[in-house]
Structure formats: C-alpha cells, structure tokens
C-alpha cells in the first residue's frame, strides 16, 4: 500500500511540474527529451496557409510546380486542381529553374551543410544529426543529383521569403504532407 501510494504521489507530483513549467514558458521539450521521435511535428503551422486551389497548366496529375516568384509550391491534382504550399525561396543570386525527379526521400534527415556554405558560413557545424533543430526540419526530398532539396525547416517564420541558398523550405506541418502525397520518380519542375 505503501508503494503505490508513493509511486501515485510521484506521479501528481511529475504532472504539477510539467503543468507549471509550460504556463511559465518552457518548452515541453526540454523537460521530455525532445529529438526526432517527440510527437510534435515543430516547424509550426505555415503563415501561408495549404489550401486547394484552381489550377490551370499542362503538368500531368502528381507534378510539383514550384513558383519561385510567388514563393509558393503547388502538386498538382487534375481536374484543374492543386494543392498550394506556401515556401521559402532561394535569395538573390541563389534561385534557379529547371526539371528534376525526387531521387531520395528521407524523413529527419541529418544535414552536412556544402562546402561553398562553410566557405560563406564557417560558423556552421559540420554536420548536424536530424531532429527539431535540423534545418532540414522533419523531411527531405533531394532533387536530381543536385544539393537542392524541398524539405522541412527549424524556422517556420521564413515561410513566404527568399532566404535560402537554392532549397525549398515548408512548414513541418507542410512538407510532411506533401511527403506522404509524393514518391521518388516524381516530377518537379522549378520556374522563377
């Protein structure tokens, strides 16, 4: 009797700290571990917010468009649809078009940053595991035998901004989505 009560005791107690510590503002998080296999997606929901949209273009069901000048990622649905993404795009000097397949999907992908991104930013690791705080955020999808990627991020506040040295950024909550709708072999055409 003794025991159990200690053990329910331990665990009224765990649940008052977990309750005070996220109305004071910790992250939940760093009290449970966080890491790749914690349920929240992080990366937030997008300012940009999904939605299905009327789509008129020659690109066969299951095609990404990627329109960098709109900064928007559209998979298209047939029948005149598409889903629209809201994405963060290339900076200036770093956008790009072309046609490429998904060669590779990965999910928490760990990221080794290029070394023409060391040379710019010898600050950054070297390399970094995958998890919440990955830039590559919670999936990646590598296009062609290129560096670039459509893949998560660890900042969704970048959403709808050129900022990224030639990858497509999304939401957790987005590229998850768009991940499980998409195989390798898929087409993706980039247009600025």
Known sequence: M???LALLFAAVTMLAAAGQAQAQGFDLRDILGGGPNFQSSGGGSSPIPRT???FTGNY????ILISTSERRLYLVLGNGQALRYGIGVGRDGFRWSGT???TAKKEWPSWTPPSQMLARRPDLPRHMAGGIDNPLGARAMYLGS????IHGSNEPETIGQAVSSGCFRMTN???TDLYSRVGVG????VKN
């Open 2 to 4: 003794t025991r159990v």
């Open 186 to 189: 898929t087409t993706v055409v």
């Open 52 to 54: 299905t949209v009327n």
């Open 100 to 102: 490429h397949r998904i």
């Open 60 to 63: 066969a069901p299951g095609t």
């Open 173 to 175: 909550d987005d590229v």
């Open 146 to 149: 290129t560096l670039y990627r």
